[in-house]
Antibody, heavy 122, light 112 residues
Framework: QVQLQQSGPRLVKPSQTLSLTCAISGDSVSSDSSAWTWVRQSPSRGLEWLGRTYYMSKWYHEYGGSVKSRITINPDTSKNQFSLQLNSVTPEDTAVYYC????????????WGQGALVTVSS | DIVMTQSPLSLPVTPGEPASISCRSSQSLLQSNGYNYLDWYLQKPGQSPQLLIYMGSNRASGVPDRFSGSGSGTDFTLKISRVEAEDVGIYYCMQTQQSPLAFGGGTKVEIK
């Protein structure tokens, strides 16, 4: 059974960096059959795919359009986890952030973290 | 980027009655291998989303057979044959054909 445990600050000031971590148990961040993904949810944007990292002979990183210039998703193989960093946040980045496991074949999200409400406010 | 559009936004339903949700993509999700890359998720109140249907019409493990997915190309439908009280929540379609992946805006299903 795969479990994803999210952690990180829940309050971030405008212009600063939002940082979250997703610890994986029951699978490996280096698995070649999975991609490790961040999704957020807000009343104004609904569910929004932010990006993912995965390993297939080398590491790949893919990011969504609305945050592409501000986002970094990195694996940490020593701790079997992956992280989200979102720079230069504004109140519009206030949302519930989820980490999730994506299967390459077939393609779907099968495991999700519990979600973390991150508020951007001074 | 592919844009996903769902309708209706809200769907009041009577237990035991059928329900249907529509999803349209801005580009075809049908690939040359014959598969449609479209998933359906249900987010129950206070929970993370859960997979219902993948690749257009395949029920995920443990999903009751009252849920079915159909469609091809750009037009897809999720049907519930007989709604139960536990089916309330927000339903999302999602295209999985190409990055960036994208969700529809959601359909809120509630009991009348």
């Amino acid at each position: 059974q795969v479990q994803l445990q999210q952690s990180g600050p829940r309050l971030v000031k405008p212009s600063q960096t939002l940082s979250l971590t997703c610890a994986i148990s029951g699978d490996s961040v280096s698995s070649d059959s999975s991609a490790w993904t961040w999704v957020r949810q807000s009343p104004s944007r609904g569910l929004e795919w932010l990006g993912r990292t995965y390993y297939m002979s080398k590491w790949y990183h893919e990011y969504g359009g609305s945050v592409k210039s501000r986002i970094t998703i990195n694996p940490d193989t020593s701790k079997n986890q992956f992280s989200l960093q979102l720079n230069s946040v504004t109140p519009e980045d206030t949302a519930v952030y989820y980490c999730a496991r994506w299967g390459h074949a077939p393609r779907y999200f099968d495991y999700w973290g519990q979600g973390a409400l991150v508020t951007v406010s001074s | 980027d592919i844009v996903m559009t769902q309708s209706p936004l809200s769907l009041p339903v009577t237990p035991g009655e059928p329900a249907s949700i529509s999803c349209r993509s801005s580009q075809s999700l049908l690939q040359s291998n014959g598969y449609n890359y479209l998933d359906w998720y249900l987010q129950k109140p206070g929970q993370s989303p859960q997979l219902l249907i993948y690749m257009g019409s395949n029920r995920a493990s443990g999903v009751p057979d009252r849920f079915s997915g159909s469609g091809s190309g750009t037009d897809f439908t999720l049907k519930i044959s007989r709604v139960e009280a536990e089916d309330v929540g927000i339903y999302y379609c999602m295209q999985t054909q190409q990055s960036p992946l994208a969700f529809g805006g959601g359909t809120k299903v509630e009991i009348k």
